[in-house]
């Protein structure tokens, strides 16, 4: 559509000067080239939305697309083209290469572990985290987003999980397969940290680091629902939003949550990319509600072991940044990053500035005891 109307434009009159003909033709053949790209993400998005009802192939998603076509994409030759959109860009977000992001010397096979597993939140999947995948992946770290169940192109019915455990398992059964020797560190997002606070009391050995982005960081004997509770106290933006799904009937407990499409760019995506948005219009789930009550059970021998940090989002109007800060309060972990001009939606608001966080988490060493 964009080349059509580039081509339908009226030349400039006879006695415009040539300098401005140039900016004219460079304007037009850049619109026509983001339409181009518009149209790409767009396509994408469909074909996403495809798979998952067509149930993926039947299975469960089988650890990252990363990894599936790792070897695929080295053969394709340059990467896609970057981000067209017209979003001002952020002092927060600087447009940052990956080799700049990180120093010369620094080699991922001399640290602890170069293993980094993305865990989504709530109605989200695996596909949320491509430009961050991307990146890491540049930067020499092996990545593995996981489809929880339920979410992505995982088949399996939302309305039918009846506990964390099953929800997690996707990501439990990753950490099971690791060798006696590897570990990993965990990024969890939104409620994504419950998630991964339930592997870490069940895996300790296998997670090196656990990364809290913008997530539900809870104590124990506490749920996300609690978490929750609170943000709809705080500016009741959650509850406006929210849909809850009876499939058991009206006279049986929800079974789902569903996000209403017309509030969801105010609650998630503030300052995200609009093809970003349209992409995860099509390709959000509804989140399964009995995992959200469960209180977790968490020892300090197990979950309290392993190294924790999070990751604060400054415009966030899902988890607002005063209860994140009164999360890490409650519970404080080993370090607090912020992520200045970020929504709900990192990977897509500020890709570059959470690349540079993740990679200043992995590289940093175990504090020297006292």
């Known amino acids: 559509m964009g080349a059509l109307m580039s081509c339908m434009s009226s030349p400039p009159p006879s006695g415009s000067p040539p300098q401005a003909k140039r900016r004219s033709s460079a304007s037009s053949r850049r619109g026509a080239k983001a339409a181009e790209i518009d149209e790409q993400a767009l396509a994408a998005a469909a074909a996403l939305v495809l798979g998952q009802r067509g149930g993926g192939g039947g299975g469960a998603f089988d650890r990252s697309a990363s990894v599936r076509y790792a070897a695929k994409r080295q053969q394709q030759g340059p990467p896609l083209p970057r981000s067209s959109s017209t979003r001002p860009r952020s002092l927060a977000d600087p447009e940052l290469q990956p080799q700049q992001l990180l120093a010369k010397d620094l080699n991922t096979k ?170 995860a219009s099509v390709s959000m789930r509804p989140i399964p509600f009995a995992p959200i009550t469960e209180k977790l059970m968490l020892t300090e021998g197990n979950y309290g072991s392993v190294r924790r940090f999070f990751v604060e989002t400054t415009e966030d109007s899902a988890i607002p940044l005063s209860l994140q800060q009164s999360m890490c309060m409650a519970n404080p972990p080993e370090k607090v990053l912020r992520l200045r001009g970020s929504d709900h939606a990192p990977f897509f608001s500020r890709p570059q500035a959470l690349h540079k966080t993740l990679v200043e988490i992995a590289t940093l060493p175990r504090p020297q005891a006292s």
């Open 110 to 279: 001399d640290l602890e572990t170069n293993i980094i597993v993305l865990v989504h939140g709530g109605g989200f999947g695996a596909w949320c985290w491509y430009k961050t995948m991307s990146l890491l992946e540049d930067s020499g770290f092996k990545v593995n987003a996981i489809d929880l169940t339920g979410s992505g192109i995982n088949s399996s019915d939302t309305n039918k999980i009846s506990s964390l455990s099953e929800y997690a398992e996707p990501l439990t059964s990753y950490l099971k397969g690791l060798d006696d020797a590897e570990k990993a560190i965990l990024v969890g997002h939104d409620f994504g940290g419950a998630c991964i606070s339930h592997a870490m009391e069940k895996f300790p050995s296998k997670v090196a680091k656990a990364v809290f982005l913008c997530a539900t960081m809870l104590t124990n004997g506490h749920s996300a629902l609690d978490i929750f509770q609170q943000q709809m106290d705080t500016n009741g933006m959650l509850q406006k939003a929210q849909e809850l799904v009876y499939s058991n009937g009206k006279d049986r407990p929800p079974t789902a949550i569903n996000i209403d499409k017309a509030l969801v760019r105010d609650l998630l995506f503030n300052q995200s990319p609009a093809k970003d948005v349209s992409l």
